[in-house]
């Protein structure tokens, strides 16, 4: 069955420090995959998207992701976090098979100490 | 330019009783999709409207039912309720060409607590 692991539940960075969030898949086939965060009162809002091409994909508010076939990963990286990042990321992916719907992870929510 | 709009933002009903959520997609958008988000959980998908009809359907029993208007707004109906179904029920909504690829934009959600 298609799966989602995030394997962090919450994560604590200082502000200025950089951060990685871990996604694994568990798919036949590269599915599209997706980053997005949900922060408190808020919809949920795209990050990034890999759809083909560059496994190195930039995003808004200075995210970036890596894909790695190899190890079927879609790590969320920046280099530098600010307050105003904490809130819950998810990964998601939408098979090609079944690209109607995503299939989310159980989320990772990160803590910014100032 | 109004994003995805949800009604009501929080409810309380009780088990056995029905309720409707309703979804109004961001403008220019004609695919409207429904999730179920349960405390500490990532989003589950329910089903997909297009066109006035059911695209896609998640693992959700019949007692998930949906619809699509015209000006592709949409409702989320929910009969017999039980504890488990208190969640926070996103809606999402998708540019012509794009629900495929998953790209969605998200209302805030209705949350809904069953006693």
């Known amino acids: 069955a298609q799966s989602v692991t995030q394997p962090d539940i919450h994560i604590t960075v200082s502000e200025g420090a950089s951060l990685e969030l871990r996604c694994n898949y568990s798919?036949?086939?590269?599915?599209?995959l997706f980053w997005y965060v949900q922060s408190p009162g808020q919809g949920l809002q795209l990050l990034l998207k890999y759809f083909s091409g560059d496994t190195l994909v930039q995003g808004i508010k200075g995210f970036e992701a890596e894909f790695k076939r190899s190890q079927s990963s879609f790590n969320l990286r920046k280099p530098s976090v600010h307050w105003s990042d904490a809130a819950e990321y998810f990964c998601a992916v939408a098979p090609m098979d079944s690209s109607y719907k995503l299939i989310f992870g159980s989320g990772t929510r990160l803590l910014v100490r100032p | 330019d109004a994003g995805v709009t949800q009604s009501p933002t929080h409810l309380i009903k009780t088990r056995g009783q029905q309720v409707t959520l309703r979804c109004s997609p961001k403008s220019g958008h004609d695919t409207v999709s429904w999730y179920q988000q349960a405390l500490g959980q990532g989003p589950q998908f329910i089903f997909q409207y297009y066109e006035e009809e059911e695209r896609q359907r998640g693992n959700f029993p019949d007692r998930f039912s949906g619809h699509q208007f015209p000006n592709y707004s949409s409702e989320l109906n929910v009969n017999a309720l039980w504890l488990g179904d208190s969640a926070l029920y996103l809606c999402?909504?998708?540019?012509?060409?794009?629900?495929?690829?998953?790209?969605?934009?998200f209302g805030e959600g209705s949350r809904l607590t069953v006693l």
């Open positions: 999402a909504s998708s540019a012509p060409g794009l629900a495929v690829t998953g790209e969605l934009f």
């Open positions: 798919y036949g086939a590269t599915p599209y």
